[in-house]
Nanobody
């Protein structure tokens, strides 16, 4: 049974930092690409970071230079380091593991940026 479990969300002040984690089980993690997505109330879910099985990364302009995705295949975990957070980064953050036609989602973790 495949499981992706996000953790590390919380409340942070504008300009602060937070690291969220996505721990995977039940799959050959190293062959999967993993993306971090977010969904704010009333908005569509959007991709904020992607890391391939080979370690290549990609970010949209909205988070480039502020967010960093990384993976530790020995721990079956992907991380998203978020710096210089803004109120508009407030959302539920989800991870998704993808290999060929297989897609698995986590349950999400709330990130709130507010003073």
């Amino acid at each position: 049974q495949v499981q992706l479990v996000e953790s590390g969300g919380g409340l942070v002040q504008p300009g602060g930092s937070l690291r969220v984690s996505c721990a995977a089980s039940g799959l050959t993690f190293r062959i999967y690409a993993v993306g971090w997505y977010r969904q704010a109330p009333g908005k569509q879910r959007e991709l904020v970071a992607l890391i391939t099985s080979g370690g290549s990364t990609n970010y949209p302009d909205s988070v480039k230079g502020r967010f960093t995705i990384s993976r530790d295949n020995a721990k079956n975990t992907v991380y998203l380091q978020m710096n210089s957070l803004k109120p508009e980064d407030t959302a539920v953050y989800y991870c998704k593991a993808t290999f060929s036609s297989l897609n698995y989602w986590g349950q999400g973790t709330q990130v709130t940026v507010s003073s």
